[in-house]
């Protein structure tokens, strides 16, 4: 079995796409980088080519036709990567606003002290966020209070987008359809993991918005997790979730290194 794929999804992100591959395959754990392109016009699946003789079998390249949404790219990423065998699969954004040097911190949340699922928690200790504007730190923050009620879920970053999966969360979650894009679409994941009684844990980390290419986020996506939010739980009601054997648990936050 291979053991760790970094799933990044891409969209116009020629300005950051060769630093964030030499990174991440330069850490000194090892993992392989699958990059799921929508089609970007800038040429990210350009250079990502011209960059796989130079770390062949370690980065590959998962091309879709047009903008078709952050959260299908992710679930294109994790099926690609489960039937080729990863143990552990992550998500992280292509434009260094998630730290490659954490990973290997989720990583070992996993791997070494059992937690079905390492989440990079920007809110576990006060606000951990560099470059964002006031109003954009106040939303994302009372997302996570809004969430938190109306689910229940005790999760303090509940939209967080840098997350490591062992293989069996995903391919249990991956039986039924996740319906949500954007920011709903990492909630959903989450409360999905928590119903089924997978153990997550947040770790720490600093999230430094973009320098370089242009944000994704839109008033669409953040309405998208204000009414989907809703929807999931009163769908939940409804729903059988058949949990693995351990009960249902949240971690206690991993100290930052």
Known sequence: MKESLVVIPTFNEI????????????LP?????????????????????????????????????????????????FKWGLARGYRYLFEMDADF??????????????????????????????????NWPMGRVLMSYFAGVYVRFITGMPIMDPTAGFICYRSEVLETLLQNPIRFVGYAFQIEMKFSCWKYGFTLTEVPIIFTDRTKGVSKMSTRIFKEAVIGVIQMKIQSFFRHYIPPKRTAEVIAPVEAA
């Not at 090892?30 to 130079?54: N, W, Y």
């Not at 079998?57 to 294109?76: F, Q």
């Not at 002290?113 to 200790?125: C, E, N, P, T, W």
């Open 15 to 26: 300005e950051n796409i060769e630093a964030i591959i030499r990174k991440v395959l330069s």
């Open 29 to 77: 754990e090892h993992f392989d980088v699958l990059i799921v392109d929508d089609g970007s016009p800038d040429g990210t699946a350009q250079c990502v080519r011209m960059l796989q003789d130079e770390f062949a079998g370690h980065l590959h390249l998962l091309e879709r036709r047009g903008k078709l949404g952050l959260g299908t790219a992710y679930i294109d990423g």
């Open 97 to 130: 606003s998630h730290n490659p040097d954490d990973l290997v911190r989720l990583y070992n949340t996993c791997s070494r002290q059992g937690a079905d699922v390492a989440i990079g928690s920007r809110y576990i200790k006060g606000v951990n966020v560099v």
